[in-house]
């Protein structure tokens, strides 16, 4: 005959929820960063240009 399971306590659900939560909060903050760099490599390596005021005549 079958049986119902034991109801998982609302502090194990909690508990599984806020640790979900800290791991997935952290591989953002991770992705920020590597996004940040990534950005800032990609400014790095662009020409810079030149505005037309400063452009020297020949």
Same mark, same amino acid.
């Given at each position: 005959?079958?049986?119902? !399971?034991? =109801?998982?306590?609302?502090? !194990?659900?909690?508990?599984?929820?806020? /640790?979900? %939560?800290? $791991?997935? *909060? $952290? /591989?953002?903050?991770?992705? =920020?960063? *590597?996004?940040?760099? *990534?950005?800032?490599?990609?400014? /790095?390596? @662009?020409?810079? #240009? %030149? #505005?037309?005021? @400063? %452009? #020297?005549?020949?």
């Amino acid at each position: 005959m079958a049986v119902p !399971k034991k =109801r998982t306590p609302k502090s !194990k659900t909690r508990s599984r929820k806020s /640790q979900w %939560m800290r $791991k997935a *909060l $952290k /591989q953002l903050q991770k992705a =920020r960063t *590597l996004a940040g760099r *990534l950005a800032a490599r990609q400014d /790095q390596m @662009q020409p810079t #240009q %030149m #505005q037309p005021t @400063q %452009m #020297q005549p020949n």
